[in-house]
């Protein structure tokens, strides 16, 4: 989690990464998704 977390707020392709970690783990963790997504919104709104 930390891990993805980085990637999340450096890399440039956000949304395709926050998508992709959808994917494949949404049916695994969902309460965790639910905190990925939210850090996805407030990386996607750190690159506006």
Do not use: Q
């Amino acid at each position: 989690m930390p891990f993805f977390h980085h990637i999340i707020i450096y890399n440039e392709n956000v949304l395709l990464i926050c998508n992709l970690y959808y994917i494949h783990n949404s049916y695994i963790h969902g309460l965790l998704f639910i905190h990925l997504n939210y850090n996805c919104a407030l990386s996607e709104s750190m690159f506006d």
